[in-house]
């Protein structure tokens, strides 16, 4: 079946520092990447969807200079928290929509992020 | 506004059945997900429907009625393994995904 590949899955930075993560399609083309963010108990939050070789579309509220996206190839993309804070801390977590039968949706197996 | 509603939690026995239910009421209508997350995981694909009706997987079954904006994921022969979040999930008419909160299931044995 379709897989997203998505690394780090844990990661303890300090204030002020940034931190990138990717997301891999391994076995399929990926043209559109979704970016999640889950905070404890609560349900997901999409923050941008990535398309390849385009800028990528942010939800409201969602700070484009602080969540960088890039979709470089069909089969990476990536979102790095610049300058981050304690406040950024969360489950971010990657989908990309498979075609077929099911029309569903694979996840990444997210990245705990952890700012102190 | 786009709304999805599942109860907050769930608690079952194990080997009995359990349904959760979904409404939802969105602009428009491509289709119905439900996906199960444990603690600290990504979603997996468990069930879609676009057409009225029961879609049997399994121990999992998922039905829906559009024309009353309801679902339901219904469980059988329960595990202790299915302790899990399960989320109900709308593709709206430009088809981008919204989720309910989840209902988080806890079984007891």
């Known amino acids: 079946g379709a897989v997203v590949s998505q690394h780090p899955s844990r990661v303890i930075c300090k204030s002020g520092t940034s931190v990138k993560i990717e997301c891999r399609s391994l076995?399929?083309?990926?043209?559109?990447m979704f970016w999640y963010r889950q905070f404890p108990k609560k349900s997901l939050m999409l923050m941008a969807t990535?398309?390849?070789?385009?800028?990528?579309?942010?939800e409201q509220g969602v700070e484009k200079d602080k969540f960088l996206i890039n979709h470089a190839s069909l089969t990476l993309s990536t979102l790095t928290v610049t300058s981050a804070h304690p406040e950024d801390s969360s489950f971010y977590i990657c989908?990309?929509?498979?075609?077929?039968?099911?029309?569903?949706?694979?996840f990444g197996s997210g990245t705990r992020l952890t700012v102190v | 506004g786009q709304n999805i509603d599942q109860p907050t939690e769930m608690t079952a026995t194990e080997g009995a059945i359990v349904q959760i239910n979904c409404t939802y009421q969105?602009?428009?209508?491509?289709?119905l997900f439900w996906y199960q997350q444990h603690a600290g995981e990504a979603p997996t694909f468990l069930s879609y429907?676009?057409l009225d009706g029961l879609e049997e997987k399994g121990r999992f079954s998922s039905f829906l009625s559009r024309s009353k904006g309801y679902s339901y994921l219904l469980l059988k022969e329960l595990q202790m393994k299915d302790s899990a979040s399960y989320l109900c999930?709308?593709?709206?008419?430009?088809?981008?995904?919204?989720w309910g909160a989840g209902t988080k299931l806890i079984i007891k044995p």
């Open positions: 989908s990309a929509r498979v075609g077929g039968q099911d029309y569903g949706y694979t």
């Open positions: 076995d399929f083309q990926a043209t559109t």
């Open positions: 990535s398309n390849e070789g385009s800028k990528a579309t942010y």
């Open positions: 969105t602009s428009g209508f491509n289709g």
């Open positions: 429907n676009v």
């Open positions: 999930a709308v593709t709206d008419s430009n088809y981008q995904l919204i």
